[in-house]
């Protein structure tokens, strides 16, 4: 079973591109999987993992460059298909004896392309096709061995391939939105080209994890934090169904949960599911230690400090524990690893995969390792997980707390989870709800004067934020309509009190942040 879901790989090498997600979604939705690996590795690690094509990157770096990521030249006389992205068509060029030059005005945007050769890369396509423009060099001479296949008014060279090889180059990028028939292209690679067979499914994914699960916890214990959040709640269900009542659950109250979220999270994962559910009322512990704290930063190390003492302390009372489970996903690894010297950024420090001591008494088990959010949805759903766990949007570790800007008190607390309650059930109603990555409620330290009835009043001010996203690395505020917009702003001033002005925040990721703090 192992061998079998992994048999159809793809392996895309890593040069630094901000697209590299996007492009192992687009093969991930195809039922194909793939991984995102350094651009350096080496030959016979990538000869080990078998893959049926390789993907070279887009990259910020220029091949012309003297320190420009390369990978191993051997790569070129394994007969494994290879497709390059952007920069990674450049590479093609570069390896072999085709010329790439620098072009005075860097082309960004959508452009026309024609294709010159229908072939197999644009097999069952129409010619002009729009694509997605991102370079500031481009290939001016190609390869002996290659043929153009495709050109824009710009770019002469804007795909091109070498059949024999199988080796194919396109200078846009298809994994991105903004060119329509992208994965279409990505397909005819998969399919036409690797000749990959689509047996990446969830429910493949499940009998391959509960028996890798099964091997590696033995007969040991699992202990595993819940938060009632999606991922460890898939986590936590997923290794249950592996070894049954040797995995036991923490559930901390840091009290800085929504509404009615504490009792919802033990109702669902002890009536329904019968797991092994110890709860932690840790409210007094949290909002004591958070006392007169309002910077960002300490607020979440403290958070997330108490949180590692407090599971220590339960974890201690079960017993002899051998693994620790944690809902890790693959966004989280690229992110917080980033591939040798570069060239791909460190984004953040996820809360999955830092902060644990170095001296932890058990071993890691981390089953969602490989899957994106939206597999991890999927998979919930074979699990039988309901859609008010699945569906959930992303909620941070440290909670309320990175939603009160200021200091967190009870009061505080209490007026923003009456305000989110609102926001919940309104944003419920709008017809495109499931498209909205995230939406909720923003608490300011600022007072403003209002008038209600005939007093004056001087309260707190709420902020809606709305966004919608693909992953959570880049965001667009959401044009929620004006009725929607006023029934939530009226409903919070009337009915929370110490509230009297509610604004919308209509600012995107990046500059800002999804949330506050």
């Given at each position: 079973?192992?061998?079998?879901?992994?048999?159809?790989?793809?392996?895309?090498?890593?040069?630094?591109?901000?697209?590299n997600q996007l492009i192992a979604r687009r093969v991930r939705e195809s039922k194909v999987y793939c991984k995102i690996l350094p651009f350096d590795i080496s030959l016979s690690k990538l000869i080990s993992l078998n893959p049926k094509g390789i993907i070279l990157s887009g990259s910020p770096a220029s091949v012309t460059q003297k320190?420009?990521?390369?990978?191993?030249?051997?790569?070129?006389?394994?007969?494994?298909?290879?497709?390059?992205i952007?920069?990674?068509m450049q590479v093609l060029a570069q390896l072999l004896d085709g010329e790439v030059t620098s072009i005075s005005k860097r082309e960004y945007g959508k452009a026309d392309l024609i294709i010159d050769n229908d072939g197999e890369l644009f097999y069952g396509m129409?010619?002009?096709?729009?694509?997605?423009?991102?370079?500031e060099d481009q290939i001016s001479k190609p390869p002996t061995s290659f043929e153009i296949i495709a050109h824009t008014k710009n770019c002469p060279v804007a795909a091109m391939k070498d059949r024999k090889h199988r080796f194919y180059g396109v200078q846009f990028?298809?994994?991105?939105?903004?060119?329509?028939?992208?994965?279409k292209i990505i397909q005819n690679f998969l399919f036409r080209i690797c000749k990959c067979i689509p047996n990446w499914t969830m429910s493949s994914f499940i009998d391959y994890s509960v028996e890798r699960i099964r091997e590696k916890v033995g007969n040991g214990k699992v202990v595993c934090a819940l938060s009632g959040g999606v991922d460890s709640s898939v986590t936590a269900v997923l290794v249950n169904k592996a070894i049954g009542d040797r995995l036991e659950c923490v559930f901390v109250n840091n009290g800085l949960l929504r509404k009615d979220e504490i009792e919802e999270v033990i109702v669902t994962f002890t009536c329904h599911f019968h797991l092994n559910l110890h709860y932690v009322d840790a409210e007094n512990r949290f909002l004591n230690k958070l006392v007169g704290i309002t910077d960002p930063e300490r607020k979440r190390k403290i958070i997330g400090g108490e949180f590692i003492r407090i599971f220590w302390e339960e974890a201690r009372k079960i017993g002899k524990i051998d693994f620790l489970a944690q809902g890790t996903l693959y966004p989280d690894v690229i992110e917080s690893h980033s591939t040798?010297?570069?060239p791909s950024a460190t984004i953040k420090s996820h809360h999955n995969v830092g902060g644990l001591p170095s001296n932890m008494p058990f071993k890691l088990l981390e089953p969602l390792k490989d899957l994106f959010?939206?597999?991890?949805?999927?998979?919930?759903?074979k699990l039988g997980l309901p859609n008010t766990v699945v569906d959930r949007q992303p909620f941070p570790g440290p909670g309320l707390a990175v939603r009160i800007i200021g200091e967190i008190t009870k009061e505080r607390l209490r007026i923003l989870r009456d305000a989110d309650v609102i926001v919940a059930q309104e944003m419920q109603k709008y017809e495109k709800f499931s498209e909205i990555w995230q939406s909720f409620a923003v608490l300011l330290p600022i007072r403003s004067v209002g008038v209600m009835g005939d007093e004056r009043t001087y309260e707190y001010t709420i902020v809606l934020r709305a966004v919608s996203s693909l992953d959570g690395m880049t965001a667009n505020w959401v044009r929620i309509p004006y009725d929607i917009l006023d029934k939530i702003s009226r409903r919070i001033i009337n009915e929370?009190?110490?509230?009297?002005?509610?604004?919308?925040?209509?600012?995107?990721?990046p500059p800002s942040t999804i949330e506050w703090e």
């Open positions: 079973m192992s061998q079998e879901l992994h048999k159809e790989m793809i392996a895309i090498l890593d040069f630094g591109a901000q697209y320190e420009a990521p390369f990978p191993h030249p051997e790569i070129l006389n394994l007969g494994i298909p290879i497709l390059g952007c920069y990674g129409k010619s002009p096709l729009i694509v997605w423009m991102s370079h990028h298809p994994e991105v939105v903004h060119t329509p028939q992208g994965k040798k010297g570069g959010k939206d597999e991890v949805r999927i998979l919930g759903k929370v009190r110490g509230v009297n002005r509610v604004v919308y925040d209509i600012s995107s990721k």
